[in-house]
């Protein structure tokens, strides 16, 4: 939201009825408002939208009572609109992409510590140790169904078992 300085706030009538117009267009439009508090005032009202599909919706108010909209006025809002969509989807994806690279990095990290880990004991209270920290667990559980060796510890069918109380 931006509002200039000293111009007085519009009614919460008002913007939800300029976003629901806004958001029933294909375009942008100039629309008129009814008010109780104020009246009545006439607005430009653009849907954003990005792949035909909408993902919010601009409203702009006039800053006086005289102040009427044209065809270029309309124009510049349509080109601004199309580069806002733009820009949101770029800024999306490269939060996605960031995210994505996070991931990747704790993944590596987490990695390198389980390969050198000597033995399937140490192996499992990393694995679970490292788990814990990042996804915030308080306990959690390995079962492996392999056959170990004499310092692992086997629940006598053959399966490796480990369980990590503490992350």
Same mark, same amino acid.
Request: hydrophobic share 35%; net charge negative.
């Given at each position: 939201?931006?509002?200039?300085?000293?111009?007085?706030?519009?009614?919460?009538?008002?913007?939800?009825?300029?976003?629901?117009?806004?958001?029933?267009?294909?375009?942008?439009?100039?629309?008129?408002?009814?008010?109780?508090?104020?009246?009545?005032?006439? %607005?430009?009202?653009?849907?954003?939208?990005?792949?035909?599909?909408?993902?919010?919706?601009?409203?702009?108010?006039? %800053?006086?009572?005289?102040?009427?909209?044209?065809?270029?006025?309309?124009?510049?809002?349509?080109?601004?609109?199309?580069?806002?969509?733009?820009?949101?989807?770029?800024?999306?994806?490269?939060?996605?992409?960031?995210?994505?690279?996070?991931?990747?990095?704790?993944?590596?990290?987490?990695?390198?510590?389980?390969?050198?880990?000597?033995?399937?004991?140490?192996?499992?209270?990393?694995?679970?140790?490292?788990?814990?920290?990042?996804?915030?667990?308080?306990?959690?559980?390995?079962?492996?169904?392999?056959?170990?060796?004499?310092?692992?510890?086997?629940?006598?069918?053959?399966?490796?078992?480990?369980?990590?109380?503490?992350?």
């Amino acid at each position: 939201h931006y509002a200039r300085p000293n111009v007085p706030a519009l009614s919460t009538v008002t913007v939800e009825q300029a976003n629901e117009k806004a958001t029933a267009q294909n375009q942008a439009t100039i629309v008129n408002l009814e008010d109780n508090q104020t009246g009545g005032s006439e %607005a430009i009202v653009a849907p954003v939208v990005f792949r035909n599909q909408t993902i919010g919706a601009l409203q702009i108010h006039p %800053a006086g009572s005289g102040q009427s909209w044209n065809d270029e006025d309309l124009a510049i809002v349509e080109a601004v609109v199309d580069q806002l969509a733009q820009t949101a989807e770029s800024l999306r994806l490269f939060d996605e992409t960031r995210q994505q690279a996070g991931q990747e990095r704790i993944i590596r990290e987490i990695a390198e510590k389980l390969r050198a880990a000597p033995n399937l004991e140490i192996l499992t209270q990393v694995a679970g140790q490292e788990l814990g920290k990042v996804l915030g667990a308080s306990s959690g559980r390995i079962k492996l169904g392999i056959q170990s060796g004499a310092d692992d510890r086997s629940n006598g069918n053959g399966q490796q078992e480990q369980n990590n109380a503490k992350p």
